[in-house]
């Protein structure tokens, strides 16, 4: 009599979170887009209303939000080019975990110079000169 595996079989290891974070990143970005096209939209209806909705985002905290949707957009668009890879390189899935830490390093690459200019407007918005 063969015993039963207790939970699941997938113990969670990077394939798991980069299927995770994928999934957040490709939702927050569609929310974005649904957002951006309701509040461009709103310019037929009433250019007011849209020149005030266009001004509560000129915040530090929707500055950070920006930060995060190119940090989610350049995500979604590296972890896609490694699905690719996966699904259409014979060797892909051999070398799944290793591109996924490649992806991960290039994000990072990216991310952490992109968020410093990104900021240094917002900073000298709020303090009067860049950090």
Known sequence: MAIAPVGTLYRGREGMWSWV???????????????????????????????????TYKTPIVALL?????????????????????DFWAQGPRYQRQMLWGIVGLWLLVMVPGAYFMMMHTAEALFGSTP
């Open 21 to 55: 974070a994928h999934r957040i990143t490709g939702i927050s970005v569609f929310f974005f887009l649904y957002v951006h096209v309701m509040d461009t939209a709103l310019v037929r209806v009433s250019p007011e209303a849209y020149d005030l909705v266009i001004a």
């Open 66 to 86: 920006e930060v995060g949707l190119v940090g989610a957009v350049l995500y979604h668009a590296l972890n896609g080019l490694r699905i690719i890879a996966v």
